[in-house]
């Protein structure tokens, strides 16, 4: 038998093979360094990113150890921030943000459920998202009134627990049980049209809803990150 002395073909997949079919290619680089669009972010790493598991083994691993300050951006769907309180590698002084220790009974719907599903890869179920949903529009409501309050006269002082008035701008308010709805079902990966029939909406409702909580449509049904 003939000895053979050509070179072995490599069929194994290079290591960084998954880089090429991350969703965030497609995407402006300063989506996932703005932070006024970290929702948007997220959802290009949970929703659409195919290799979303391996993004964040690859994160954990290069920024093992490292400090906030070594950490940028929205990657796999958590904040540099974020990541760096996940790390429990990171050696913490008294000043430091404490870890966050999470072990998966945070009750859902709570922004450390959220965390966990992230931080462990997890399938975010609808409840967390619409409770993501909610917390980024407060926040853009608490900005948007910060930047009125500075910009305006003093205002008179309130009355005596008088409760605090969101401003009443479009994107701003508390989601509604009509959107809340419209959310569950846009989480199972049913398309408008679908929604529509189940929600007993109009299909330009729903496609309003949708676009109002800033989800991109779903072209079929997923079957999750």
């Not at 598991?53 to 290069?62: I, R």
């Not at 950490?71 to 008294?94: F, I, K, T």
């Not at 999470?102 to 599903?117: K, S, V």
Request: charged letters at 30%.
């Amino acid at each position: 038998m003939g000895t053979y002395f050509g070179s072995v073909p490599e069929t194994a997949a290079r290591r960084r093979d998954w880089m090429d079919r991350t969703a965030c290619r497609e995407e402006d680089p300063d989506l996932f360094s703005d932070k006024t669009k970290v929702h948007e972010a997220r959802l290009v790493c949970v929703v659409r990113c195919p290799v979303r598991k391996e993004c964040l083994a690859s994160v954990k691993e290069v920024e093992h150890g490292r400090g906030r300050d070594s950490r940028d951006g929205v990657v796999a769907g958590l904040v540099h921030n974020e990541r760096y309180r996940l790390d429990p590698h990171v050696p913490r002084g008294e000043d430091d943000s404490p870890l966050l220790e999470l072990d998966g009974t945070e009750r859902c719907g709570t922004y450390n459920a959220l965390l966990g599903h992230l931080w462990r890869g997890e399938r975010i179920d609808a409840e967390c998202w619409s409770a993501q949903a909610r917390r980024e529009r407060l926040a853009v409501a608490a900005t948007a009134a910060k930047r009125q309050a500075s910009t305006s006269a003093p205002a008179a002082p309130a009355a005596p627990h008088a409760p605090a008035v969101l401003p009443a701008e479009p994107g701003t308010k508390v989601i509604t049980l009509k959107e809340r709805h419209v959310y569950r079902l846009w989480a199972c990966g049913l398309p408008d049209l679908k929604i529509a029939r189940r929600a007993d909406l109009s299909t330009p409702a729903v496609r309003r809803i949708r676009e109002g909580l800033r989800l991109p449509p779903n072209a079929q049904e997923r079957k999750g990150p």
